[in-house]
């Protein structure tokens, strides 16, 4: 796990539990912080003014269980006819669905999604001021082979569903994705998830004054 340049895990209850073993499984630069507990299996790497705040900051901890694990991937629907590109200003609302030409968001469109799955093949790209909001029980679940790519001002307002098979999990990452893929959060982005954002084999940088909310 990485994390750079001003960006910030701002809330003391929220942890962050790396599974790596290697000595530098956690990383920090640049004034980056987590405030909450980060039990690491390997070691951490901190430079340039970048902190653990949290409590206990564990190294060598044991390896954690997938609390996750048992959460099957639905079967897909049938490709839904709504586009999933927006941009220049304008605002779209969305309903659940399996979008097989991804996500495409950018300068300065804001996106209302309806409560509910959305599955999203090929791509999710987000740039230039965009806003996201699904704050009635959405989950995002990647199905692709790909990164994300958010960054240059988002802000991503989600709340996971209480209830149902995807119950808790905002962001659902494809298990079998390769996993020298890089998710990266970057330039400003803020991420006001409430729910697991949920990539089990993959690496996430969070850079540049990107940051969650609580």
């Known amino acids: 796990v990485y994390v750079r340049n001003n960006a910030v895990v701002t809330n003391p209850d929220c942890g962050v539990a790396v599974n790596s073993g290697s000595s530098s499984a956690l990383s920090l630069r640049n004034n980056a912080a987590i405030n909450g507990p980060a039990p690491v299996h390997g ?81 999710f790209d987000v740039t230039n001021n965009v806003t996201i909001n699904g704050t009635g029980g959405v989950t995002l679940v990647i199905t692709g082979n790909y990164a994300l790519d958010w960054d240059n001002n988002l802000h991503i307002n989600l709340v996971a569903p209480t209830s149902g098979n995807y119950a808790g ?13 890089e998710h990266v959060f970057n330039n400003n982005s803020y991420l006001d998830v409430q729910g697991v954002i949920y990539f089990p084999n993959q690496i996430l940088r969070f850079l540049n004054n990107g940051i969650t909310g609580t």
């Open 169 to 181: 999990i905002a962001l659902f990452g494809n298990r079998s994705a390769s996993n020298n893929i």
């Open 43 to 123: 070691g951490w790497d901190l430079a340039n003014n970048a902190d653990l705040n949290g409590s206990p900051n564990i190294r060598n901890a044991p390896v954690l269980d997938d609390p996750y694990a048992n959460v099957m991937l639905e079967p897909l629907p049938a490709c839904t006819g709504q586009s999933g590109t927006a941009g220049n200003n304008t605002t779209i609302t969305l309903n659940p669905g399996n979008f097989c030409s991804g996500f495409d968001f950018s300068n300065n469109a804001t996106v209302n999604l309806q409560p509910g799955t959305y599955y999203i093949d090929s791509k």
